[in-house]
């Protein structure tokens, strides 16, 4: 078993429970029409491929039904009615919309030995790693991961020069980069030069080319223009049952 990316930004789970007539049940209180009415309003803003709502069986609260829960904030409600979802989506979606949302991925940590700091983290944090991945043509391999919360990887070099070479011989081991994840990275990219942010380097890697199991493309913003940091920008496509 591996962990994997979260493949949704945030999940909706719509209680549709049924029970015999005479007991509390979401189902039975009008559940099923506000599922089908977040997945629409989903769908209408071209969300849906970001944000799941699901529908669920019994969340244990019955006699407060229906019963909404949204996560990863995890909020709950209950008593949901028709009239709520225009506050629900104003709370959990509609900050979000814009042409390119930017969402928090992970901190990318350049180690010298890839393997002794994968034990360190596994063994005294208790981190959850992914396969390790060599990109090629960089010289080097990264290992992602998952600890306390948050979602991190290692660098390491591998054999010739590269960027994460460099940087250990010039700044020693520590924080290399700080991913965002974007749904159209042409889209950032206009956003952020309208603004008069200048794009260092982007990398669009030939269709063979896949890490964690999906299609990346991606851009830099200089540390010069990111306060000391390296600001990292992915589009990231996971790859369909038929690709």
Known sequence: MQPLPRPYRKAIFVCVNEREPGKAACGNRGSVALFKELKARMRELKLNKEIRVTRTRCLGLCEVGPNVAVYPEGTW????????LEALMARHVAPFESAAPIRGDRVGLVVADLEKAKEFYENILGAKFRPTEEVPGQAFRYAPFEVGGFSLELLSPTDGDGVIRRFLESRGEGVHHISFRVDDL??????????????????????EVIFEGCRWREAFLHPRDGFGVLIHFAEVKRLSPSD
């Open 77 to 84: 409600y209950s008593a949901v009615k028709p009239e709520d």
């Open 186 to 207: 042409d889209a950032t990219i206009r956003q952020l030069e309208e603004k008069g942010v200048k794009i260092a380097a982007r990398l669009d890697y030939p269709p």
